[in-house]
């Protein structure tokens, strides 16, 4: 399991954890770890999207595991503390590199889980977009991110 750790910043209270321009970006399969490094309690509201709904508080020095299992833009504001309220937005772009993969290389590459590609590094992956290997990758128009994501579903 990949984990990705975020604090709660001490201070935060009521306030946001973050903002879209300073987002936190997960794969789905990852793990997101909020930490609570504030001095009140936190409860991370999600409505199911991109994990479950925190179930308890966590008290300062506590962490949520948030386990990502579906895709979502930072954008979206549904996100926030459900003890401090929608002030409180949480910022978190989700990414589902198995789902991008489906749409735009298993044409190419057959299925994730017999690909040729298996366990391909996100550089490998960016220098084949970019060389235009085979003739076609070039028409390829992902994000740094989105490749990053492929690149995490291919080495599972």
């Known amino acids: ?75 979206n504001t549904n996100i926030y503390d459900h003890i401090a309220g929608t002030s409180a937005v949480f910022a978190v772009e989700a990414i589902d590199g198995r789902a991008i993969y489906a749409s735009t290389c298993q044409g190419c590459h057959g299925p994730l889980a017999t690909s040729v590609k298996r366990n391909r590094t996100f550089l490998q992956i960016k220098t084949a977009i970019s060389s235009n290997q085979g003739g076609v990758m070039g028409t390829i128009a992902l994000s740094d991110d989105q490749i990053k994501a492929i690149s995490f579903s291919l080495g599972r």
């Open 1 to 75: 399991d990949v984990i990705v750790p975020f604090s709660i910043k001490a201070g935060t209270a009521n306030g946001p954890y973050n903002t879209v321009a300073t987002k936190v970006t997960v794969y789905v399969g990852q793990t997101l770890q909020i930490i609570n490094n504030d001095t009140v309690n936190h409860q991370l509201h999600t409505g199911g999207n991109p994990c479950p709904h925190q179930p308890n508080a966590s008290a300062p020095g506590q962490m949520y595991n948030c386990v990502i299992t579906a895709a979502r833009l930072a954008t």
